[in-house]
């Protein structure tokens, strides 16, 4: 038998993946494990998707994406942003963000160039740097700062072969955002290091304060030219199974990752970008709906933490993640996630796999309905109080 390659013995298996797995062999569980959002694909989207099929919209698009799609979604985002992106040369629709992640590091960066990434950071980010032959430099984020990135901590990580920072705010896992002053400050270490910046904001919609602001890196003074921004329709509308994302970028940036899009993927099919077009055409509130459950999911996780024995979690900013301390059980992370689901039925995520700083954390997703995200809830408190 020939032998498989290195690179794919090496590849990365996310915790949340290996949860999802061990919870299928356990009955009635209630998981808080996959960020996905606890809602179906609302009817407007399908039918415009089914309507564009059944009229023959079933054949190639073009690699950058239909013109329909890459037009809607550059009036939404100058008018979130008050940016001027090009639908013409500065957007490609992606096979969801992940996809725009890795085309935008294999666009930026070449084999033994270092990226900054967040630890703890979301799990993709370190396999697909991985699969691009390019290392991470973690960039430590403190629970005594909520896990949000400082401009210092930046900084302190460069090293003489950085060539690229990635952001995520809302951040998987920790849920952080960070503020405009520390966003600004990001910006100016981004300039003054030449650094380019991918700017992953699939969860931004995601925002539950009044008094918390969420900005785009891309909008702030010299940033558009050297930043790659990451979009996605998986959370914001629903539609994770759909795989439709994109990346916002300077043409050169945009041009190199149509060339390599044909390589990957090709396009993203027609009749799925006309559904698209629909969510952003407003044919669907779908997102008021699902900010006001999970807000009050939110609030109803941090409550009921802070009554559980040997455990605790600051109160997030956005996406739909929370990280738990587990610490004083003393139990690794794993450990505590693998009893959980064995003793009380609950699955949760293992923060160690999103990188050495989320030891000691497990991470809820709570995306779940009312009825069992309380549940969940109950049964995870009643098993710490028997510890």
Request: aromatic content about 8%; overall charge negative.
């Amino acid at each position: 038998m020939p032998v498989i390659s290195r690179r794919a013995q090496d590849a990365l298996y996310p915790s949340v993946r290996e949860m999802f797995e061990l919870a299928a062999g356990v009955p009635d569980v209630i998981s808080f494990a996959v960020g996905e959002p606890g809602f179906d694909t609302p009817r407007p989207m399908i039918d415009a998707a089914y309507q564009a099929a059944i009229h023959g919209d079933t054949h190639y698009t073009p690699n950058r994406g239909t013109l329909a799609l890459r037009e809607a979604w550059c009036r939404y985002r100058n008018v979130q942003d008050d940016t001027d992106y090009d639908p013409d040369s500065e957007i490609i629709v992606t096979a969801g963000g992940m996809e725009a992640v890795y085309l935008a590091m294999i666009s930026t960066l070449d084999a033994g160039d270092d990226i900054l990434i967040s630890d703890p950071g979301y799990a993709n980010y370190f396999g697909q740097a991985q699969m691009t032959q390019t290392n991470v430099v973690p960039v430590p984020l403190y629970e005594d700062n909520g896990f949000r990135m400082r401009a210092a901590d930046v900084e302190a990580s460069i090293t003489p072969r950085t060539k690229a920072l990635l952001l995520n705010s809302p951040s998987n896992p920790t849920g952080a955002i960070i503020g405009p002053d520390e966003l600004a400050a990001i910006a100016d270490v981004a300039r003054r290091h030449d650094l380019w910046v991918i700017s992953d904001e699939v969860y931004r919609a995601f925002v539950y304060d009044d008094h918390v602001h969420c900005l785009s890196i891309s909008a702030m003074p010299g940033m558009k030219e050297r930043t790659v921004v990451v979009d996605s329709f998986s959370k914001t509308f629903a539609m994770t199974g759909w795989r439709i994302g994109c990346a916002f970028g300077p043409k050169s940036i945009i041009d190199q990752m149509t060339v390599m899009q044909e390589n990957v993927v090709s396009c993203v099919p027609g009749a799925l970008q006309q559904g698209a077009v629909a969510a952003l055409d407003g044919s669907a509130d779908i997102l008021s709906t699902m900010k006001a459950a999970y807000r009050a999911n939110r609030d109803t996780v941090a409550q009921a933490v802070a009554g559980m024995p040997l455990v605790s979690c600051d109160v997030p900013d956005g996406a739909f993640y929370i990280l738990v301390n587990v610490a004083a059980t003393g139990m690794n992370d794993r450990d505590f996630a693998i009893r959980l689901l064995n003793e009380a039925h609950v699955v949760v995520t293992p923060a160690s796999g999103f990188g050495s700083r989320g030891r000691g954390y497990v991470r809820l997703s709570y995306v779940g309905t009312s009825e069992d995200t309380a549940e969940g809830l109950r049964r995870m408190k009643a098993w710490l109080e028997r510890l």
